[in-house]
């Protein structure tokens, strides 16, 4: 949990890193999980045996959006939903870049920035956060986006 983030103190916060999560390996169980959900069964994605000879990264990589969709739940460890939130529903996503694949077994993180707070009546705040989905030993991270949420006292 962030300490002092709550629903009177979400101003303060506006420009700040709210916090980095925990490492999370992107496996091939999870792809695969990814793909049948969605019905992307790209074989870049699948199979394993041809990306070893076909593809220019030499192994299965995640989905961009399974990568974008790992996003709330990262934010959700981290706390970003303040303390007196009744809920928060997501709204939208942002200036989404896809900026380096995710291969099979590779290990991600997510950096997030709180951007905005708007007042929307006297119950509900729009939050946006920036987000950079870090990926473990690379220089370029897997994305950057713009969560949009929705939050209710």
Same mark, same amino acid.
């Given at each position: 949990?962030?300490?002092?983030?709550?629903?009177?103190?979400?101003?303060?916060?506006?420009?700040?890193?709210?916090?980095?999560?925990?490492?999370?390996?992107?496996?091939?169980?999870?792809?695969?999980?990814?793909?049948?959900?969605?019905?992307?069964?790209?074989?870049?994605?699948?199979?394993?045996?041809?990306?070893?000879?076909?593809?220019?990264?030499?192994?299965?990589?995640?989905?961009?959006?399974?990568?974008?969709?790992?996003?709330?739940?990262?934010?959700?460890?981290?706390?970003?939903?303040?303390?007196?939130?009744?809920?928060?529903?997501?709204?939208?996503?942002?200036?989404?870049?896809?900026?380096?694949?995710?291969?099979?077994?590779?290990?991600?993180?997510?950096? *997030? !920035?709180?951007?905005?707070?708007?007042?929307? %009546?006297? +119950? =509900?705040?729009? @939050? *946006? !956060?920036?987000?950079?989905?870090?990926?473990? %030993?690379? +220089? =370029?991270?897997? @994305?950057?986006?713009?969560?949009?949420?929705?939050?209710?006292?």
């Amino acid at each position: 949990m962030i300490p002092n983030y709550n629903l009177d103190t979400l101003g303060d916060f506006v420009g700040k890193e709210l916090g980095v999560s925990d490492w999370v390996v992107v496996d091939q169980n999870m792809i695969n999980q990814f793909a049948e959900s969605t019905g992307d069964n790209q074989w870049i994605h699948v199979d394993a045996e041809r990306c070893k000879r076909e593809s220019p990264f030499g192994a299965p990589i995640a989905h961009g959006f399974l990568t974008l969709s790992m996003l709330v739940s990262l934010q959700m460890k981290l706390g970003t939903i303040p303390k007196g939130a009744s809920r928060a529903m997501n709204c939208g996503v942002d200036q989404v870049k896809f900026q380096s694949p995710v291969l099979a077994g590779e290990r991600v993180r997510a950096r *997030v !920035t709180l951007k905005s707070v708007a007042a929307k %009546g006297s +119950d =509900r705040l729009l @939050l *946006v !956060t920036g987000n950079v989905m870090e990926v473990e %030993g690379k +220089d =370029r991270p897997a @994305l950057t986006a713009d969560l949009v949420a929705m939050v209710y006292r």
